[in-house]
């Protein structure tokens, strides 16, 4: 396992729809979104393995949730890693929309990057 000399940061990269953890200015790991109208559609989240176990993974999606609540948008968890966080942190239960067969349909048709 590898330990952070620095602290982690969290930035939202529009042009690759998805927002990044960083440790030590390396990229290592992300959570995957489309927006969809008024909501931010969450599909996928990973960490290096090489960094698990840190609590990234909670650090990344607790700050891409407050970046979509601070843009007025909504939160759609088809990422099965943020719904255990939403269902795990009422704090953002106000934000939160189900997934339904629509949003899944819809995400089908987008493309992934």
Known sequence: MTQPATAPTVQRVDAKHRYEILVDGKTVGLT????????????????????????????????????????????VPVCPYVAKFLKNHDEFAGIADPVTPEVLQWLETVPSK
């Open 32 to 75: 995957a979104f489309r927006d969809h109208d008024d909501q931010r559609v969450f599909y996928h989240t990973e960490i290096d393995d090489a960094f698990a176990g840190q609590g990234l993974a909670a650090l990344l999606v607790q700050q891409a949730l407050t970046d979509v609540r601070g843009s007025g948008k909504r939160v």
